[in-house]
């Protein structure tokens, strides 16, 4: 029995060394990597208070690079320079020289780019899913050449199959499909739903963020884009995904507010680059596009009037975080107003501060988020944050009529954005995202009127949406806000 007990002891006594080792190293690479100094305590505090389950958690969550990613595109850019060329020029006649006023609300965003914005585009709202997919399925459905798809989750259900048959039946007829798909997103997406479209001859990959054996961990990264291109002349790009849900079909969810843009004009480029670039980390194959730039006359864009683009993507590739610094510029920018759409409101301090500061200079500030959760902890966590935005004067309205999953962005009369991003520490750090800026009075004025008819269906909320909870529904609502870094 002591023999027993002695064997007992020593391999306890070395799975507690290593398991040591193990801590220590993790707390080396937390304070060697982590971009906050916050986020550096966290996971060192629950490294040191609960080691076994911290330690691995953190090599799997705890990841603010996706590695390979831009290795892999500068290699595909020396061996297809002439995409890139043909690229350059087909834009260089229609960079926008911006002005003054366009400057101060676009000049960090070409800087934090390396883009210019894009002129001569014609940019239309599509509001929910109806407008969106019957948009989508007209331009797949006059495709000629090639079609690219890409959505962070995808449905076997009603809108989804009658999309997979369009896009079967539009490569039999011999237009080439691309479709990339986010395999986290889509989790439940079965097998024989790409195994029937790649059956039909359409190129379709997961987007496989764990791709490469230092990268087999890696699950917490998620490509979130949605974008639609046909020919190289329409881009669409938006909130909605594809599911019946997304229509208002859902019994969970009701009415499903969301929104996308369609574009006709050289920003398509753009675009199309963004997909390039996801594609061939999926695919590993660089595919035979238009690089001609396509300027709407004569009736052939969607009547938005000309609008100055910018295609904006960010991820866990920058250098520095630039969905962040993308909303950080919109909200220090604004001067008169800014309101802001959005399904999640989980952020770090830099934006809940600059939205207090800009409320506090006099600017009208307002986030309309949902009443409905989809997901319960982000939902719970936004509850922390009322009673702070409130006393500074930021206004907090939530949707009621059903789930509101946009991402929209108003400042002042003249600058604009829709896109993938959410006003969230995971957009802002750990998904790829991608977004529309724009400067545009006219467009301006078409989001304007879209959000109040969104405000009318809102209930103001403030601190008093907290504090008259009960306890447990308060301490629900600050263990929430703990996972705010991966929510």
Known sequence: MLTNFSQHFAIGTFLLLVGEVLAIATIINVVIKARSAAGAWGWSMAVIALPFVAVPLYWILG????????????????????????????????????????????????????????????????????QTFDAIFRHVEAAEEYVLVQFFIVKDDDLGNRFRELLERKSREGVRVYFVYDEIGSHSLPKRYVRSLRDAGVHIYDYHSTKGMSNRFQINFRNHRKIVIVDGKIGLVGGHNVGDEY???????????????????????????????????????????????????????????????????????????????????????????????????????????????????????????????????PWLATFCYLGDMESAGVRIFRYSPGFIHQ?????????????????????????????????????????????????????????????????????????????????
């Open 63 to 130: 990841r603010n690079q996706f590695r390979g990613y831009m290795d892999l595109l500068r290699d595909a850019q020396k061996s297809n320079e002439e995409i890139f060329s043909d690229l350059n020029k087909a834009l260089s006649p229609y960079q926008a020289d911006l002005n003054e006023e366009e400057t101060h609300y676009g000049g960090v965003l070409e800087s934090l780019s390396d883009q210019r914005f894009s002129k001569d585009n014609e940019i239309c709202l599509l509001i929910d899913g109806e």
């Open 247 to 377: 229509l208002g079909k859902s019994e969970r969810y009701g009415e499903w507010r969301d929104t996308h843009v369609q574009i006709v004009g050289p920003a398509v480029l753009s675009l199309q680059m963004v997909f390039l670039a996801d594609y061939y980390w999926a695919a590993r194959e660089v595919p035979e596009l238009s690089w001609k730039t396509v300027v709407p006359r004569d009736g052939s864009g969607c009547g938005g009037g000309p609008s100055t683009i910018l295609i904006l993507p960010t991820g866990p590739v920058d250098k520095i975080e630039g969905c962040t610094i993308f909303f950080l510029n919109a909200i220090t920018r604004a001067r008169r107003r800014i309101w802001i759409a959005t399904p999640y409101f989980v952020t770090d301090e830099s934006i809940r501060s600059s939205l207090q500061m800009a409320a506090l200079r006099g600017v009208d500030v307002r986030l309309m988020i949902p009443d409905k959760p989809d997901k319960y902890t």
């Open 407 to 487: 991402k929209v962005v108003l400042v002042d009369d003249e600058f604009s954005a829709v896109g993938t991003a959410n006003l969230d520490n995971r957009s802002m750090r750990l998904n790829f995202e991608v977004t529309a800026a724009v400067l545009c009075v006219d467009f301006a004025k078409q989001v304007e009127s879209m959000l109040e008819v969104d405000f009318t269906r809102c209930r103001e909320v403030g601190g008093e949406d907290y504090s008259s909870r009960n306890w447990w529904f308060q301490l629900a609502a600050k263990l929430a806000r703990l996972f705010s870094p991966i929510l």
